[in-house]
């Protein structure tokens, strides 16, 4: 026997198997001895790395030895400040990256916190209470409702058992339970009805079950381990820096060995060359560099938090910024998990239903218009009898309100009970029809209640006048067999054939649009039938209608989906429920469309290879009855084809794919702590359209880093070149050593940390996603990084060779050269703003801090030139006029034509990119 399809076996089956007893259960001592051989119903975790190993390894990256290797250049130099400065952007980077994977490890932990502490189980006949985490395969469960499950467990007995199973299987109804089935060895999670699973609950009725699995063996058990397995891979992002740093590292220590071995050839001192040489490679070595992508993540976590997303990791608004695809969990995500009604079938006519969730706002329309709903007595009655036949009731802000307390416009509504009965009197309270009222002439004196043989449920009422009437509802062609008349606006009339065929295809039509449907009926009693009301007097009933409801789509969802598609972003839904419910909203959201997408179960997904699914995954908009191994597998195909994924969620079934997933989602509000642990980003609203405020973010935070990288890379280029270019045509160094650290200083610093700060570009979200192997230096960075070094090397080589010669000063000369290569990166830092618009075009007040860091830089410029004390340790002297013309003319001749140009021109129009289709 397999043991993992409990379902398909019968109870005795599978009591034989685990040899216990019906009634009795397991004595103490055999319940010991499994507990031995099983082990404690506990979830374990892989062996944990000791935390100061975890610590040093953030120190073995290659970036971060070549900074300890800049601080100990620096502190050689006598340069303290620099030393310490880097060794403390070491430091930060290292305990951050040791917190990320901290809080990574914690979700094992939130998995543990779904066991219930303590279960009922009966053992040496009795049925008594013991730890959760001493359950053993074997033992007699004993469940009621309320009742959280410590176990997975075959069921053998169900008394109108209902269990909440979404955190599991994505269900946003809870499923009724039954013990006399046996369902197909390949049945999905969601349809093994006589199962119960560890980590849900019971929300109605009572039962009992054979623990058939403990600890890691159960559902939760699996999701943990594949938990572990996920292993955790480095972001986009983090894989281009790090192929960016070492191309840096070596390409400079190359050049800068070069200018050292050629001024030593050309009769320079050797120790003055290997200073030169170290400070160069100290100046050209971008080591603000990560500091900077830290500062620029950080900045946007800030933002994001205020657009209600926690990021819990650095780079996931990076990573969420190339997104191609978003796979979103329907329950709770793209739909609001509260029932809705949204058509109601009474007398001969349709009504549309307004409105969402459980807020009692919202109309009632005829014909696509309002109308006097008091008036109506078809849909009155029907409305009635949902209202009666019900055991919710409606609250608001969890107080009960009745009477002149209630108020449509008022919020914070919400329902206590079945969420399908919820339904009903949320619609009957949009046309003022109320239980509590109605129960002031009406008096409930019976209930037979529902059970999944009967598949209806009915009440009796006595009236104050002595009359007694019975409602039912239930599945419309149970209710409809019971049914003999046929209510209209006039009152009963005989059913007939005609109404039975309108009624069938009314119930049709909304099941067609993925609503659930239920029928209500009704009928006199006599006084002597309301004596003993029984299942015997479901007969001979008045039809009174069809309520269809659905689980709505949140109503910003729609449009949030359109500006995905607008960004090049694909958006699949992977779900639960059933396919045609899926389909339904999938086709309400514009997600699915017949005639280009697919939708598959989870059936159908496991009938195909790794390379099947692969061929199709790019064209599957919709996937249904799905269990956590799918959504993973899901994932994993989706990476493959080269997309970068994001996963959101809010069940327990969603922690493996969201971890798997480049980045993962999940739900603030509703989200268990398991999925927000495995996750790199928390929605603290629940709201989809935050996920469209993170892409856009990450967007924007991306090209800031390209800005700041374009801006570092040409001004080293530049300070590189001028020393390499000297070197090779016999000039004297134009800079001294202090001087480019100087220089490294005041330009790397805080203008390249304003640029990291600068607005978003509008335009953003109208331009296709990157592609995950793009390098950082695409779409022609790489040009305009070494066109604007080599101008900002010939401009400083060039002023100092004018000063040099006509004045015959070296001092002066290399003052002139030093000048001119700091404003050249100032001018060059407003160029750096946009690699499509001048800064004319982008206004220079729309970045105040860059304006503040340029300001504050040219001051320190200006004080090592003409503050005495500093100058003699820098080795300046102070320009004159028209040198001073020289300096700022080749500096910012760039910035002088792009003037030219914009009073010209004017400002050109915004450019849109081509979004391709979906991939």
Request: hydrophobic share 45%.
């Amino acid at each position: 026997m397999d043991r993992e399809k409990w379902y398909a076996r019968t109870p005795d089956e599978v009591v034989k198997f685990w040899q216990t007893n019906f009634t009795d259960g397991l004595t103490s001592a055999e319940a010991k001895a499994r507990l031995d051989k099983f082990g404690f119903n506990q979830l374990t975790e892989k062996e944990k790395t000791a935390w100061w190993k975890r610590f040093l390894v953030q120190f073995q990256d290659f970036m971060v030895l070549v900074l300890l290797g800049a601080t100990l250049i620096s502190a050689f130099l006598g340069e303290y400040t620099d030393a310490i400065t880097i060794l403390l952007i070491v430091l930060m980077n290292a305990i951050l990256g040791f917190i990320q994977e901290y809080r990574a490890e914690r979700s094992l932990a939130a998995l543990k916190q779904l066991a219930s502490p303590t279960a009922r189980v009966v053992r040496n006949s009795m049925v008594q209470q013991v730890p959760a985490k001493e359950l053993v395969p074997g033992d007699i469960l004993a469940l009621e409702a309320g009742d959280k499950l410590a176990a997975d467990g075959r069921l053998i007995e169900v008394y109108n058992m209902e269990v909440e199973e979404a955190a599991l299987t994505g269900e946003s109804l809870p499923v009724r339970k039954v013990a006399d089935r046996q369902y197909s060895e390949d049945a999905p999670l969601g349809d093994r009805k006589n199962m119960v699973y560890a980590g849900t609950s019971i929300v109605r009725g009572r039962g009992r079950a054979v623990v058939c699995a403990s600890g890691m063996a159960t559902e939760v058990g699996h999701i943990a381990g594949m938990i572990q397995a996920s292993a955790e891979e480095a972001t986009p992002l983090e894989r281009r820096l790090e192929t960016l740093g070492k191309w840096l590292v070596w390409g400079c220590l190359v050049i800068c060995c070069i200018v050292v071995v050629t001024g030593i050839i050309k009769g320079e001192s050797l120790f003055l060359m290997c200073m030169a040489g170290i400070s160069l490679a100290v100046a050209a070595i971008p080591e603000g560099l990560p500091a900077i992508v830290t500062v620029a993540l950080a900045l946007g976590v800030q933002r994001m938090i205020k657009q209600r997303a926690i990021i819990r990791k650095l780079p996931a608004v990076e990573t969420l910024g190339c997104t191609t695809v978003i796979c979103s969990d329907k329950t709770g995500t793209l739909t609001q998990n509260a029932m809705t009604v949204r058509q109601i079938f009474a007398g001969s006519q349709i009504y549309e239903i307004t409105g969402s969730g459980y807020d009692i706002k919202g109309s009632i329309l005829l014909n696509h218009q309002e109308f006097d709903y008091a008036k109506d007595k078809a849909l009155e009655q029907c409305l009635v009898i949902g209202a009666l036949c019900n055991n919710s009731s409606l609250k608001q802000n969890n107080v009960t309100i009745t009477g002149i307390w209630r108020n449509k416009n008022e919020t914070g509504w919400s329902i206590e009970g079945d969420p399908t009965e919820g339904a009903i009197v949320v619609a009957a309270a949009k046309a003022d029809i109320w239980q509590a009222k109605l129960e002031k002439t009406k008096k409930r004196i019976a209930e037979i209640p529902f059970e999944s043989e009967r598949r209806r449920m009915s009440v009796v009422y006595r009236e104050t006048d002595g009359n007694s009437s019975l409602y039912s509802k239930g599945a419309p062609d149970t209710i409809l067999e019971l049914c003999r008349y046929y209510h209209t606006a006039a009152g009963p009339t005989s059913l007939t054939q005609e109404h039975i065929d309108k009624i069938n295809s009314i119930n049709e039509q909304m099941s067609s649009r993925a609503l659930r449907v239920l029928a209500v009926a009704y009928r006199r009693l006599t006084p002597a039938q309301a004596q003993n009301p029984d299942e015997s007097l479901e007969t001979n009933l008045v039809f009174a209608g069809l309520v269809g409801m659905i689980d709505p789509p949140r109503e910003e969802v729609k449009a949030s989906i359109a500006l995905c598609r607008e960004a090049g972003i694909k958006t699949v839904m992977i779900t639960g429920d059933h396919k045609s419910t899926a389909v339904a909203i999938a086709q309400e959201l514009n997600i699915y469309k017949e005639s280009q997408h697919k939708a598959l179960t989870g059936k159908e997904l496991d009938a195909m290879g790794e390379a099947e699914l692969d061929s199709i995954v790019n064209t599957v908009s919709v996937y249904a009855r799905v269990s956590p191994a799918h959504k993973l597998r899901i994932v994993q195909s989706l990476k493959r084809k080269g997309h970068i994924v994001a996963m959101t969620g809010d069940g327990v079934n969603d922690a493996p794919a969201i971890k798997e997933a480049d980045i993962g989602v999940a739900m603030g509000l509703t989200g268990t702590d398991v999925t927000k642990e495995a996750s790199a980003m928390v929605l603290a609203d629940d709201n989809f359209a935050t996920i469209v405020a993170a892409v856009e973010e990450g967007r924007g935070i991306y090209d800031n880093i390209r800005k700041f990288i374009r801006y570092l890379l040409s001004c080293n280029i530049g300070e590189v070149l001028t020393m390499f270019l000297a070197a090779l045509l016999g000039l004297p160094i134009p800079l001294l050593p202090v001087q480019i650290l100087w220089v490294n200083l005041v330009t790397d610093g805080l203008p390249a940390m304003a640029l990291g700060i600068d607005p978003n570009d509008p335009n953003s979200m109208r331009r296709p996603p990157r592609h995950p192997k793009e390098s950082v230096f695409s779409r022609g960075l790489i040009k305009k990084i070494v066109g604007r070094g080599i101008q900002i090397g010939l401009s400083t080589l060039f002023v100092f060779s004018v000063v040099y010669y006509s004045q015959n000063d070296l001092a002066l000369a290399r003052t002139a050269a030093f000048a001119t290569l700091v404003y050249c990166q100032m001018f060059h830092v407003f160029d750096c703003r946009s690699e499509t618009y001048t800064i004319f075009e982008l206004g220079f007040t729309s970045n105040k801090y860059l304006l503040a860091a340029v300001a504050f830089s040219t001051s320190m410029q200006l004080a090592v030139m003409y503050i005495p004390l500093l100058s003699s340790i820098f080795s300046t002297v102070p320009l004159s006029l028209s040198e001073w013309a020289l300096v700022l003319t080749v500096s910012g001749w760039t910035l002088i034509l792009n003037a030219f140009k914009h009073v010209l021109f004017g400002r050109r129009p915004a450019r849109r990119a081509a979004v391709p289709h979906n991939r």
